[in-house]
């Protein structure tokens, strides 16, 4: 065994490895956490010692190394250890898919041999050699969770948390800024035991904890992109809607900056909405480090969430970029494929509407946000109570709009482009003419009283989750 935070033989005998960066020889004070291993004949000997007074004091502890191709918690091998404060600790390999880890005991049982732990004064230490010739012995099940070490090169991540008292089953770590988040190391590491064309020592000083962003940012970004994009879907996008599919025959002698009223709210609010979604979306991959979450092979409910909010979310960007393109290319109100393109736009809006809706629902139990873990399914009735008040926006003046047909002028339709006696469909709309075949319209202030009820409404949603999001922020990041 090696003494706890020991640099002598660092880069003589064996490889070091120790965080926070300020550990050194000469700040030894400074030390959190720490890796050590060697090359034997046999395999690879591992020590792991963590200082665990900043954790929970009534629970067990665990300290655990991840063999990584690409410093995220995606498809590595994981040596580790859970110590409780007496008795017997236990020494194990597992497995991370993403924010999922597997424990596995049959690999566990044929590689490590000579496993032990302690826990004095504060200091969580374990050791155990892994038998690398021994991986043709796991289970073929399993044998692809377990990296051949000798045959490439490993980002190291570590971490350390707490564990259940009576399973010692680990809990997620730490996801705060400070000292208990993981770990990664900048440099890849490679294990060799004959015949190397690499070092097999090193003292490894070069580690983070994030990538690109740092997590205060990080946060934060993830914070914003949820505000403004419900902003840009719920009172923006939805009120475009409800706008531009019932108030069309409204206001019917009046401009707003040369063109018809309905047509210029529409418009502008998407352009508004599309900006603002496509700000959002670049932030959020950046953030990200331009990496698509994937989860590989044991996706739990959390994780599809945050697969398919990706996807749903991008998609929905997607869509909504192309409405303003095809607007500018919309054929004139007498061609014979308008009312393709009628109903091709209003198709698209709509569906867009719902995947961005459905990607509203899946961010809820994402990690970032907190919500449920903070405020249960509170979140999920609102989300639920704002979908169907559109809906009902939308019935109501479906309504309306059916009871105002009852008397109107033979020939002209309410609320989609007519074309009159004189065949003047779009100076009806977008200019006072003194001749036009348009009466007042009807029910003109319930129509009015619907969008800016909706308009109140939808701000009120994006309000709550913007305190609740924020509140979620900084209960974990000041």
């Known amino acids: 065994s090696v003494s706890s935070f020991s640099f002598d033989q660092c880069n003589v005998t064996r490889s070091c490895w120790f965080h926070p960066p300020e550990c050194n020889a000469d700040n030894s004070a400074a030390c959190q956490s720490g890796v050590e291993w060697q090359m034997l004949p046999e395999g690879l000997f591992l020590q792991l010692e963590a200082k665990v007074h900043d954790l929970d004091q009534t629970r067990p502890f665990y300290a655990a190394l991840g063999f990584s191709f690409n410093q995220r918690m995606d498809d590595d091998t994981v040596f580790e250890c859970v110590v409780p404060h007496t008795g017997n600790g236990k020494v194990q390999i597992s497995f991370n898919d993403e924010t999922f880890n597997q424990v596995l005991p049959q690999a566990s049982s044929v590689l490590l041999t000579e496993g032990t732990t302690s826990y004095i004064d504060g200091v969580l230490t374990c050791s155990a050699k892994l038998l ?7 289970s073929n099940e399993s044998q692809f969770m377990v990296h051949d070490l000798e045959s490439g090169s490993y980002h190291l991540l570590f971490a350390r948390g707490s564990a259940n008292k009576y399973t010692l089953e680990k809990d997620i770590h730490s996801t705060n800024d400070g000292q208990q988040f993981p770990w990664m190391s900048d440099e890849q590491v490679s294990f060799c035991r004959t015949n190397c064309s690499s070092p097999n020592l090193y ?19 993830a914070v914003w992109h949820g505000i403004l994009l419900m902003f840009a879907w719920w009172v923006l996008g939805s009120t475009a809607i409800l ?13 707003l900056l040369g063109t018809a ?9 998407m352009i508004l909405s599309v900006i603002i979604q496509v700000v959002c979306v670049l932030f959020i991959f950046y953030q990200a480090g331009w990496v698509w979450y994937q989860c590989s092979y044991m996706c739990t409910s959390d994780d599809f969430s945050k697969k398919m909010h990706a996807i749903t ?10 409405q303003p393109i095809f607007g500018f290319l919309r054929p004139s109100p007498t061609s014979n494929v308008r009312p393709f393109f009628n109903w091709g736009h209003w198709f698209i809006g ?30 999920n009735w609102i989300v639920l109570g704002y979908i169907l008040f559109f809906i009902g926006c939308n019935l109501v003046l479906e309504i309306i709009t059916i009871a105002s047909n009852k008397s ?30 348009i009466e007042v319209p009807k029910r003109t202030k319930a129509r009015v ?30």
């Open 203 to 221: 003292h490894i000083g070069a580690m983070r904890q994030t990538y690109n962003v740092s997590r205060y940012w990080r946060y934060r970004i």
């Open 243 to 255: 706008i531009s599919r019932y108030f069309k025959p409204l206001f019917p002698r009046n401009k």
């Open 408 to 437: 109107k002028i033979e020939g002209i339709q309410p609320h989609r482009f007519t074309v009159g006696p004189m065949g003047m469909a779009l100076a009806n709309l977008n200019t006072p003419i003194k001749d036009a075949p």
């Open 132 to 138: 690398l010739d021994n991986r043709p012995l796991i």
């Open 449 to 478: 009283t619907v969008v800016l009820v909706h308009l109140v409404v939808s701000l009120s949603v994006n309000i709550a989750f913007a305190v609740m999001l924020f509140r979620a922020l900084w209960s974990h990041s000041p």
């Open 261 to 269: 009223v309905w047509f210029q709210l529409h418009r502008d609010m």
């Open 350 to 379: 709509m569906f867009s509407w719902a995947v961005a809706s459905a990607t509203i629902v899946l961010s809820i139990p994402m990690g970032k946000t907190g919500l449920n873990r903070l405020y249960g399914h509170v979140p």
């Open 313 to 322: 979310g991008f998609t929905a960007t997607v869509l909504a970029l192309l």
